[in-house]
């Protein structure tokens, strides 16, 4: 139920290592205004240093489709990738404990971003670092380790959704992973509405 499909971002992930040596060769820029992103209906907020791109794909659960939406935006003057991914949830997920909803996601998670990844002969390590609590909503914290690239990773559960916070090239003492992190916030919104599988 909790198996995660991640074609997007590992298509993100792949051009991340010459987007962040393209951008490591540019000169820095002046701090600019950050773009608040807050897709209705998706209960969540964030505020990235680019406007991201956006995708969207339905994941087949309990033989329905749930929508997962990924924004992804690189700031060619840090070198820095951003990402954050909306994932829905069928309501019976809600029976679970937050902490083991959110353990079987990470699992899966992680399943489909090694295979994705380990498809392009690059390794890929995604370890837990620590738990987090975001207004009491659960998360955890995981250092990432694509090719020559090291990021972070941010997970939280919000019941019907759990929402993906990624950056690459940086880790927490660079003060624009700190902002992008810090600005995250988790908002009311509609339940998930599924849609059937559709027939071949």
């Known amino acids: 139920m909790f198996k995660s499909r991640t074609p997007?971002?590992?298509?993100?992930?792949?051009?991340?290592?010459?987007?962040?040596?393209?951008?490591?060769?540019?000169?820095l820029q002046g701090a600019s205004e950050w773009i608040l992103v807050a897709p209705?209906?998706?209960?969540?907020?964030?505020?990235?240093?680019?406007?991201?791109?956006?995708?969207?794909?339905?994941?087949?659960?309990?033989?329905?489709?749930?929508?997962?939406?990924l924004y992804t935006g690189v700031d060619e003057a840090s070198g820095l990738l951003y990402m954050v991914v909306m994932q829905e949830f069928p309501s019976v997920a809600g029976v679970l404990e937050p902490s083991k909803r959110l353990e079987r996601f990470m699992t899966g998670f992680k399943e489909g971003l090694a295979k994705s990844m380990g498809t392009a002969g690059v390794k890929l390590e995604l370890m837990p670092e620590r738990d987090l609590d975001l207004k009491g909503h659960l998360g955890r914290q995981y250092t990432l380790s694509f090719a020559e690239s090291r990021g972070l990773v941010r997970?939280?559960?919000?019941?019907?959704?759990?929402?993906?916070?990624?950056?690459m090239g940086g880790d927490e003492r660079n003060s624009s992973?700190?902002?992008?992190?810090?600005?995250?916030?988790?908002?009311?919104?509609?339940?998930?509405?599924?849609?059937?599988?559709?027939?071949?």
Request: include cysteine; proline fraction near 11%.
């Open 177 to 200: 992973v700190g902002r992008f992190f810090d600005s995250f916030e988790i908002t009311p919104a509609p339940a998930p509405v599924p849609k059937p599988i559709a027939s071949d």
């Open 155 to 167: 997970v939280f559960d919000a019941g019907p959704r759990m929402y993906v916070l990624l950056v």
């Open 40 to 69: 209705a209906g998706e209960g969540f907020s964030i505020r990235m240093p680019v406007k991201p791109e956006e995708q969207t794909d339905r994941v087949p659960m309990m033989g329905n489709t749930y929508q997962m939406r």
């Open 8 to 27: 997007l971002m590992a298509a993100a992930l792949l051009l991340v290592s010459l987007l962040t040596a393209q951008a490591a060769a540019c000169p």
